[in-house]
């Protein structure tokens, strides 16, 4: 039997474009992530990685406003601690509630299904922040041991506001589990101030680290109704009593950390810089530096003629804006000219705004007034070359 030939491909070296992320995540690392990642590997039970958990750990709550045990980062990515969350604190048969405002709801619930939870949608207009008396109205009618909710729904690029939501949750005796991938670290956010019971975010949106490593964070609440399910968490890659005992959330209680699975040692590190750089700034300064690159982008669009899909400024996200397609202009066109001609990404809608709409995120690194003035340039040149063509082939 003869060994086939190794594929041609693997001969050519590796190339890879520099190119300015400012779609809807990632977002570009800052150059002391990149210097992080090129550190030495190391295992995932050495004394160094465990120390730098400890970091990511104390970050983590600083970036959640929490002072919850159970705070930690899955080997996975954002979709996952979607999974994670929802798998944890409900058994099969459980209800969860779900807004459905855009994509991310319509995602929690289909994963919610695959496992037998029960689920109830609370349906909202795309765009548009509910009011609490509606949802107290529809946690009342539907009685769910837990309630998901999209801080950030990206794919409207809506910013939903969450205080109130834990206190309506807790009469009910629900459980609030929130999305904020595309807002932690660019919008206030306070775990505990407003009862969140769990919640999770993306390492490589605001804060500006690599995918494939996602904080979460649970409740004392959330942590108490884990630990008394009746049935096992249904993957044990995302069991929360494991993984609490392998990043010591639970301190002695179960003993030394086990081995439950080999942690990435560069992502840690990459995480790791990522929440230092952070905390360096300061959760306010970064709250304030996204929304004025957001008003600065805002303004500059709204002079020159662009509509929103989100109609209320007070409720578009800090990091990704939906900007309505110019009549005559299509994403696809639009998306390509930005990428050839300035090496810019920029991204088309997604669910409820496919085809109505292009996003461009300005967050992390890229949440500065040149990276404002360098989208405009793109996005003005390339209406006007799609325009133009679309003109001439008539």
């Not at 930690?72 to 969860?96: P, Q, W, Y």
């Amino acid at each position: 039997m003869s060994v086939t030939n190794a594929p041609k491909e693997l001969f050519k070296p590796l190339q890879l474009p520099l190119r300015i992320l400012t779609g809807p995540g990632p977002s570009n690392c800052s150059q002391r992530v990149l210097d992080a990642l090129k550190q030495q590997v190391l295992g995932h039970l050495h004394p160094e990685i465990l120390q730098l958990m400890d970091d990511i750990k104390a970050g983590l709550r600083y970036a959640f406003q929490t002072v919850n045990r159970l705070t930690l980062a899955v080997s996975a990515s954002a979709h996952v601690a979607m999974e994670a969350a929802i798998g944890n604190v409900l058994e099969r048969d459980e209800k969860l509630l779900v807004v459905k405002a855009g994509l991310w709801g319509e995602r929690a619930a289909d994963m919610a299904q695959r496992i037998g939870i029960h689920v109830d949608f609370f349906h909202v207009e795309p765009g548009v922040a509910f009011k609490l008396e509606d949802f107290e109205e529809a946690v009342k009618r539907h009685r769910p041991a837990a309630v998901f909710v999209a801080h950030s729904e990206s794919s409207t690029c809506l910013v939903q506001p969450v205080e109130g939501l834990g206190e309506i949750c807790h009469k009910y005796d629900a459980l609030l589990i929130v999305d904020t991938v595309a807002s932690l670290g660019a919008e206030p956010f306070f775990a505990d101030a407003w009862g969140v019971d769990v919640v999770y975010t993306g390492s490589q949106k605001v804060l500006g680290a690599p995918p494939g490593i996602t904080p979460m964070s649970f409740s004392p609440l959330a942590e108490k109704k884990i630990r008394s399910r009746k049935t096992p968490v249904h993957s044990f890659n995302w069991d929360m009593t494991w993984l609490g005992r392998y990043w010591n959330c639970f301190e002695a209680e179960n003993g030394p950390r086990p081995y439950h699975h080999t942690i990435s040692a560069t992502l840690v590190y990459g995480l790791r810089e990522a929440l230092a750089l952070l905390a360096e700034e300061g959760l306010e300064a970064s709250w304030a530096r996204h929304h004025a690159v957001k008003a600065k982008f805002h303004e500059a669009l709204a002079k020159r003629g662009y509509g929103f899909y989100v109609e209320q400024p007070r409720h578009r996200l800090a990091t990704v804006s939906s900007i309505l397609l110019p009549a005559g202009v299509d994403a696809p066109s639009l998306i390509a000219f930005a990428k050839d001609r300035y090496n810019v990404e920029i991204s088309g809608g997604l669910g409820p705004t496919a085809g109505k709409v292009v996003r461009i995120g300005l967050m992390g690194v890229n949440a500065t007034p040149g990276h404002v003035d360098l989208v405009l340039r793109a996005l003005e040149e390339g209406v006007k070359h799609v325009k133009d063509r679309t003109i001439s082939s008539a």
